[in-house]
């Protein structure tokens, strides 16, 4: 595909050139809104309004959708006030909302401004539920029927209303808007007659969430119930607006691109690798490593604690970066592993004494091996093929019981702190493998010194 953007880039560059814009319609009216608009953010910003202005006016607004917020800002600031109507009335309303969300406030008066009233009301209605809230993803134009139609009927209401619906392959039954049923349009072209009442093979039993219901919790059920659409309904169960599979979908990347973000030391941001500028990406990783600089301290205290030990016996020095290393990766896994677990609604705080139980068997048949693995190579290389007489089989037991040790305390800890974190209200992905690691790190130096203790120092 890029290599196909490259390409469409430079022929639409010559036919520029050439000024031939008939052309160029015909060439952007074969392609998708989305791959119209990767190209156009390939393209120098001066050229973007006339291209955007060959489009028809159905695409245009499919294109401009899909287009990066500073190319949409851009192209809004240069519309005349008919052509910025033009595009708004084609915009399904959770469409609208979103570009609204992202503008600056100057632009995002005009866009209200300009707005017809019902457009208006709907965008304004939408933008007061909270930004994690099922209603601020919803939309507000569904097909809506009654038990009282017939087949016929409803395929007619369909044809005259669902061209500016969302989606017109799941419709809802409703009486005084209260939410009562659920039929397909499979189900209606299926039917054996036209005269057969909607009441008749309409879904009673549907699932819906309500205006309140977290935007992560309704992308999850469409995963769980493969739904193509989902009714969002107020606490008298009246049906407000739906929520599509495509909303689901962006809610799923958001999420899981912060939770990258935040599992890797930093804070979530709004833009894209490449809109960032060295300023964003600096105030986004900055807070994390000084945080970190900061709880590395207690490392350091451990070892100047210890300082006297570490003189007797210096060889231990050789060995901490991998018992350090070995527990931050074995805490790491550990709590990849359960973060992803919670966020895909596998496991319950409830099932907190399981999860460690597991864990720990787990880790005691990691531990174990590791440690063989590991004695094998201090004797083998440390001793034998680097010649360190000081590396004797009582200083590699000590190193293979701390990393026994430091195997399961780090597993149990991976595991246990997002499950903690959960139950606290907070994002389990903030004990992930930065927090962990340091953690890890301090009780590793703790138990590798103690054990020492106990073996070297008697």
Not at 54 to 65: I, S, Y
Not at 261 to 269: D, W, Y
């Amino acid at each position: 595909m890029n290599e196909h953007n490259v390409t469409m880039e430079d022929t639409l560059a010559l036919l520029l050139e050439g000024k031939k814009y008939a052309s160029i319609r015909d060439v952007l009216t074969t392609m998708n809104p989305s791959d119209i608009a990767a190209v156009f953010s390939k393209m120098e910003e001066e050229r973007l309004p006339l291209l955007f202005r060959l489009l028809p006016k159905e695409l245009a607004a499919e294109t401009f959708v899909e287009m990066e917020p500073e190319s949409q800002e851009m192209l809004i600031r240069g519309f005349s006030d008919s052509e910025l109507r033009d595009v708004l009335d084609e915009l399904y309303i959770d469409d609208a909302v979103d570009i609204v969300e992202e503008m600056p406030a100057n632009v995002v008066q005009r866009i209200l401004s300009t707005a017809a009233p019902d457009m208006r009301k709907n965008i304004n209605d939408l933008l007061r539920y909270p930004e994690d809230s099922a209603g601020s993803i919803m939309t507000t134009e569904y097909v809506s029927l009654r038990e009282s139609m017939t087949v016929g009927d409803a395929i007619t209401h369909i044809r005259r209303t669902g061209v500016d619906k969302e989606t017109i392959y799941t419709c809802y039954v409703t009486s005084n808007r209260t939410l009562v049923g659920m039929v397909s349009v499979k189900t209606l072209l299926l039917a054996p007659d036209d005269e057969v009442a909607i009441s008749d093979i309409m879904e009673q039993n549907v699932i819906s969430v309500t205006t309140q219901t977290d935007k992560e919790e309704v992308a999850q059920m469409f995963q769980k119930y493969n739904f193509l659409a989902i009714p969002v309904v107020d606490g008298e169960t009246r049906i407000v607006g739906i929520i599509t599979f495509d909303d689901a979908m962006d809610v799923l990347e958001s999420a899981a691109t912060e939770d990258i973000e935040i599992m890797g030391g930093m804070t979530p941001s709004d833009k894209t690798y490449l809109r960032s500028t060295p300023f964003d990406l600096f105030k986004h990783r900055i807070p994390w490593l000084l945080l970190l600089m900061v709880s590395a301290t207690f490392t350091g205290m451990i070892l100047n604690v210890f300082e006297e030990k570490l003189q007797a016996v210096v060889v231990l020095t050789i060995f901490i970066p991998m018992l350090m290393d070995t527990g931050g990766n074995s805490g790491s896994q550990s709590s990849v592993t359960i973060i992803r677990a919670i966020s895909l609604g596998e496991i319950e705080f409830t099932d907190l004494l399981k999860v460690i139980w597991k864990e720990i068997r787990t880790a005691v048949l990691c531990g174990c091996v590791v440690a063989v693995a590991c004695f094998g190579k201090i004797m083998l290389v440390d001793r034998l093929i680097m010649n360190n007489n000081a590396v004797t089989p009582w200083v590699a037991l000590t190193v293979c019981l701390t990393m026994v040790i430091t195997v399961c305390v780090a597993k149990i800890i991976g595991c246990t702190l997002p499950m903690v974190a959960k139950k606290l209200g907070f994002d389990p992905a903030v004990m992930a493998a930065p927090f962990i690691t340091t953690i890890v790190d301090a009780i590793s130096l703790l138990v590798y010194f103690g054990i020492s203790s106990l073996i070297l120092f008697r």
